[in-house]
């Protein structure tokens, strides 16, 4: 049977409604047409009556299956938009956020109050997306560093694709892979409680469960041992930068407080939850 552009769209969000993918199912539908297309939206208005070709309606539905088995769409398209730039994504690093922008305007924010550039270490690195985004917006040295082989490789090839000139990359438990000191540290580490992430929605479960608990009860413990480890990693007058849960903010903000960090802060995310907890690094003559 013939099957227009329209028609398919038209069916696919139906059935992506049904599955309980209420979301964005008709941007869904159109992002899957354009995948095996190559048709953008415009085009798709323009050629709404244009009949897909078999080839074509195997892919879709191949692309539909999987999606309404709640895969991600970042993970299905291969690809997540962070802070205006496309990062290649695949099951082996957590997807993007658009709330870890706050933590990217958060070190925006204190850099530019600095005479030099800062050098600036990613830890916990995923995608890349932060220490990337950091080093195209800032011109900084960064490193990066993750726990995963999988997901450096991930970031490496972000790296490749979106910056000109060679970043670190370091294989390695938070900052051990490190002796240097830095300016910034910054991480999005694993943070949610283990009965937080049975509790979340299936597309999270798709995502790896190494780059979600942070283990203990509270999901603190990557947390608290990056906070320590950082007393010997900052620079004078260094900033520790730290996205959490916001029902975790407010402990992190005292851990940073009791640990020789002053201006401790937190900053909300576009949703006003409590997303980002940093404070500058007190100098001291010991």
Same mark, same amino acid.
């Given at each position: 049977?013939?099957?227009?552009?329209?028609?398919?769209?038209?069916?696919?969000?139906?059935?992506?409604?049904?599955?309980?993918?209420?979301?964005?199912?008709?941007?869904?539908?159109?992002?899957?047409?354009?995948?095996?297309?190559?048709?953008?939206?415009?085009?798709?208005?323009?050629?709404?009556?244009?009949?897909?070709?078999?080839?074509?309606?195997?892919?879709?539905?191949?692309?539909?299956?999987?999606?309404?088995?709640?895969?991600?769409?970042?993970?299905?398209?291969?690809?997540?938009?962070?802070?205006?730039?496309?990062?290649?994504?695949?099951?082996?690093?957590?997807?993007?956020?658009?709330?870890?922008?706050?933590?990217?305007?958060?070190?925006?924010?204190?850099?530019?109050?600095?005479?030099?550039?800062?050098?600036?270490?990613?830890?916990?690195?995923?995608?890349?997306?932060?220490?990337?985004?950091?080093?195209?917006?800032?011109?900084?040295?960064?490193? +990066? /560093?993750? #726990?995963?082989?999988?997901? &450096?490789?991930?970031?490496?090839?972000?790296?490749?694709?979106? $910056? !000109?000139? %060679? +970043? /670190?990359? #370091?294989?390695?438990?938070? &900052?051990?892979?490190?002796?240097?000191?830095?300016?910034?540290? $910054? !991480?999005? %580490?694993?943070?949610?409680?283990?009965?937080?992430?049975?509790?979340?929605?299936?597309?999270?479960?798709?995502?790896?469960?190494?780059?979600?608990?942070?283990?203990?009860?509270?999901?603190?413990?990557?947390?608290?041992?990056?906070?320590?480890?950082?007393?010997?990693?900052?620079?004078?007058?260094?900033?520790?930068?730290?996205?959490?849960?916001?029902?975790?903010?407010?402990?992190?903000?005292?851990?940073?407080?009791?640990?020789?960090?002053?201006?401790?802060?937190?900053?909300?995310?576009?949703?006003?939850?409590?997303?980002?907890?940093?404070?500058?690094?007190?100098?001291?003559?010991?």
């Amino acid at each position: 049977m013939a099957m227009t552009i329209q028609a398919w769209k038209v069916e696919t969000a139906a059935l992506l409604k049904g599955a309980g993918l209420e979301g964005t199912p008709d941007l869904d539908a159109r992002l899957l047409l354009q995948q095996v297309t190559g048709f953008d939206q415009a085009k798709q208005i323009l050629f709404f009556d244009k009949v897909l070709t078999d080839a074509q309606l195997d892919s879709l539905t191949s692309l539909r299956k999987v999606r309404l088995s709640h895969k991600p769409m970042a993970y299905i398209l291969g690809r997540r938009e962070f802070y205006g730039r496309d990062f290649q994504v695949d099951e082996r690093v957590l997807i993007p956020r658009s709330d870890t922008e706050t933590l990217i305007e958060a070190v925006l924010a204190f850099a530019k109050n600095k005479t030099d550039t800062p050098s600036i270490i990613d830890v916990c690195t995923g995608s890349g997306c932060i220490g990337i985004t950091l080093a195209l917006e800032l011109g900084s040295a960064v490193t +990066l /560093t993750d #726990l995963s082989e999988g997901a &450096l490789a991930v970031a490496r090839e972000n790296a490749r694709r979106l $910056v !000109s000139r %060679p +970043l /670190t990359f #370091l294989h390695g438990d938070l &900052l051990s892979p490190t002796d240097k000191k830095y300016d910034i540290i $910054v !991480s999005n %580490p694993p943070y949610l409680t283990a009965s937080w992430c049975d509790e979340v929605a299936f597309e999270v479960q798709w995502e790896p469960r190494l780059a979600l608990e942070g283990f203990s009860l509270d999901g603190l413990e990557l947390i608290r041992a990056l906070v320590a480890q950082s007393l010997d990693h900052l620079a004078a007058g260094g900033a520790l930068f730290l996205e959490c849960d916001y029902r975790q903010a407010e402990t992190v903000k005292q851990l940073l407080v009791s640990s020789r960090f002053t201006n401790v802060r937190i900053e909300k995310d576009l949703a006003g939850r409590e997303r980002v907890v940093w404070g500058v690094l007190a100098c001291t003559n010991s």
